[in-house]
């Protein structure tokens, strides 16, 4: 399994109408066919020293293998994500692990 964990920071000019769109498009990823988990959320309420709650999205993703991540990044709606909303990126980190 490949777990797939990216997290976003927008850009502080981000608007709340294009928050809402950045977050309607990520949840299509959820239909790409070879993503066996999906959860999309923002930073939990937790208070702790080692926690870092500056990121805007958290995506995280589960694949059966890298075959599926290599499907996943090179889909369409994987693409079409990419190319209408990495203008708001500020920053992004992603953790692959398996």
Request: charge should be negative.
């Amino acid at each position: 399994m490949i777990a797939h964990h990216v997290l976003f920071w927008l850009k502080a000019d981000t608007t709340d109408e294009q928050k809402i769109a950045f977050q309607k498009s990520l949840s299509t990823l959820e239909k790409i066919e070879v993503v066996k988990f999906f959860h999309l959320g923002i930073p939990a309420p937790i208070e702790r020293a080692v926690i870092d709650t500056t990121y805007t999205f958290s995506l995280f993703l589960a694949f059966e293998d890298m075959a599926a991540h290599d499907v996943y990044q090179t889909h369409p709606l994987h693409k079409a994500f990419l190319e209408e909303f990495r203008v708001f990126f500020d920053k992004v980190i992603i953790y692959d692990a398996e």
